[in-house]
């Protein structure tokens, strides 16, 4: 399981391009480009993450996109007065600010487990120098 904070750093990355590209392009159209891109971004991050929460919320940014960006899938989503479009790119976002969480949750853990780690070991030191 991959729980470095360059593993992190790298899914953060990632999250940081999906949120503009959704805030970019508008969608409502096919544009398999942007969803290419998209996905290609979305597999990277989830890649970088061991978590099933985040491969979760990833894949639901994938679902999502998948109707974004293309011809019709988006018109189901539609709701007065929103268009599919606009709250598939709201909906996308919250799940990306959703998984941006996650990772600073992943990281505070990481970064309390490994104080605790140093806590014992300098504990450890202690009794074997007294």
Same mark, same amino acid.
């Given at each position: 399981?991959?729980?470095?904070l360059?593993?992190? *750093?790298? $899914? &953060?990355?990632?999250?940081? *391009?999906? &949120?503009?590209?959704?805030?970019r392009?508008?969608?409502?159209?096919?544009?398999?480009?942007?969803?290419?891109?998209?996905?290609?971004l979305s597999?990277k $991050?989830?890649?970088?993450?061991?978590?099933? $929460?985040?491969?979760?919320?990833? /894949?639901?940014v994938?679902?999502?996109?998948?109707?974004? =960006?293309?011809?019709s899938g988006?018109?189901?989503?539609?709701?007065?007065?929103?268009?599919?479009?606009? =709250?598939?790119?709201?909906?996308?976002?919250?799940?990306?600010?959703?998984?941006?969480a996650?990772?600073?949750?992943?990281? =505070?853990?990481?970064?309390?487990?490994?104080?605790?780690?140093?806590?014992a070991?300098? &504990? &450890?030191?202690?009794?074997? /120098?007294?």
């Open positions: 399981m991959k729980n470095g360059h593993d992190l *750093e790298t $899914a &953060r990355k990632h999250y940081s *391009e999906m &949120r503009n590209l959704i805030i392009h508008r969608g409502g159209s096919r544009d398999e480009r942007t969803l290419e891109k998209l996905g290609d597999r $991050a989830a890649a970088a993450i061991d978590d099933s $929460a985040c491969k979760r919320l990833l /894949s639901a994938d679902g999502c996109g998948a109707d974004l =960006f293309s011809e988006h018109l189901k989503w539609a709701q007065t007065p929103v268009s599919g479009a606009d =709250f598939l790119r709201l909906k996308i976002l919250r799940e990306l600010d959703a998984f941006h996650r990772l600073l949750q992943l990281q =505070f853990e990481a970064t309390r487990n490994e104080a605790a780690r140093l806590g070991n300098m &504990r &450890r030191i202690r009794r074997s /120098s007294g």
